[in-house]
Structures are given as C-alpha cells and as structure tokens.
C-alpha cells in the first residue's frame, strides 16, 4: 500500500508570495495533520483535519489555513510568505482521531525555501 | 501545556555500542508517548509508541524504550549500535483527553552519529 505522499517535494517562492501544498493520506486513514520542521528543530503542529472539519490548531498565524476534501486529501495553504516560513512541511495521517492513542504515519514532506 | 525534553542534541556513538537517547516530558495528564527516526531528507518513521500497559516498549530495529511515570521520562535504547543507526530522533507526547485530537508535541532532536 502507498504511504502519505505529498506535493510538491521542493518548492521556491519569494516573500509576500502564496503557496499550496498537497497531500494524500494512506487508503483508509480518515485524519489528516500537518506540521512544519524548521532546520535543527523538531516537528511544531498547525493543524488537525478530520472528516472534513478542523479538530486542532497550533500556534500559528491566520496566513496559516487548510482543508480537507471528501476523499480525505488536505491542502495547507500559507498566505503573505515571510522568510521565516522556508521550513519542511509534513503531513501525518491516521485512522481517526481517537484521544492521541492513534499513531500517526508522516509523509516524506515538502520543502519550502523563501527568498 | 505539553513540553518534550531530549537532552543531548547530538550523540557519538562506536558501532556495536550501546546507544541511550534521553527524553523527558511534561504534561498535566498520563501522556501517550512517542518515538520517531528521520533519516536525511526523510519524513518521520515510528520507532515504538507507550499507550497503556507494560512500560517496557519494544520496537523496530532492536530499539526499546521505558515508560518511567515517578521519573517522568520515556527513553529509548538500543544494546547494540549500527552503522545504519545514524539519523535524527524525536521523542513526542500527545494527549490522553479525547478533544486533544492527535496533536504531537516533539522534542527537539537528538541527532545521532555512528562510528565505525
């Protein structure tokens, strides 16, 4: 079975810009999350998707949104890119949300460099 | 609020040679515990996870770690270090409490470097 993936892997965009990332979660897997890796540092949670509606969010800007599609797919979006935001992105999914039990299966990530 | 602690940001190890990642958490409830391996250019893999149950965990690739809730410390352990061991490792904590959702909260990495 494929894992998560995600799209695109690497991607370049300059300050003020907007930019998409995708993600597919494992066949079956009704919960979709997204973090964000800045170098040296551990993974930081934006957010939690599951069926559809938000169940968490992290401390993090309104620039900051996602959604989930009927097939389960999710989409971060980041509005107004500030250099602070050049991170790896990754995507986790899991069966359902199940009061933190569920293990989470993480995608290979998407890089984002802002100049 | 959660916090994770891994103390060591990097660890040198011979290969064949025990290998002890420290991670200690704060949380004001019985935390589910995580540990994570990301190798270079790598999403995260699970290694093991502590749910409920015996507090000894074992996981893939020989590693274990123990739950020590009096300590409040989850860490992870491998008697015999490979050279195939290098890569960064997180420790995570989420939430018992069913509106938590499945939020992780990781520590900062320990990056760990074999030796022949």
């Known amino acids: 079975d494929a894992g998560v993936t995600q799209s695109p892997t690497h991607l370049i965009k300059t300050r003020g810009q907007q930019v998409t990332l995708r993600c597919s979660p494992i066949?079956?897997?009704?919960?979709v999350s997204w973090y964000q890796q800045v170098l040296g540092q551990g993974p930081q949670f934006i957010f939690q998707y599951y069926e559809k509606e938000e169940r968490g969010r992290g401390n993090f800007p309104d620039r900051f949104s996602a959604r989930q599609f009927p097939n389960y797919s999710s989409e971060l979006n980041v509005n107004a890119l500030l250099l602070g935001d050049s991170a790896l992105y990754l995507c986790?999914?899991?069966?359902?949300?199940?009061?933190?039990?569920?293990?989470?299966?993480f995608g290979p990530g998407t890089r984002l460099l802002v100049l | 609020a959660q916090s994770v602690t891994q103390l060591g940001s990097h660890v040198s190890v011979s290969e064949g040679a025990l290998v002890l990642l420290r991670c200690n958490y704060s949380?004001?409830?019985?935390?589910?515990l995580f540990w994570y391996v990301q190798y270079p250019n790598q999403g995260l893999q699970l290694l093991l996870k502590?749910?409920?149950?015996?507090?000894l965990v074992k996981g893939i690739n020989g590693f274990e770690a123990e739950f020590k809730k009096s300590e409040t410390s989850f860490h992870l352990t491998k008697p015999s270090a490979h050279m195939s061991d290098a890569a960064e490792y997180f420790c995570a904590v989420s939430d018992l409490r069913k509106a938590a959702g499945n939020k992780l909260t990781f520590g900062g990495g320990t990056r760990v470097l074999v030796k022949p």
């Open positions: 949380s004001s409830v019985p935390p589910y």
């Open positions: 986790a999914s899991s069966l359902a949300v199940a009061g933190g039990q569920e293990t989470q299966y």
């Open positions: 066949s079956g897997h009704k919960s």
């Open positions: 502590y749910t409920t149950g015996a507090t």
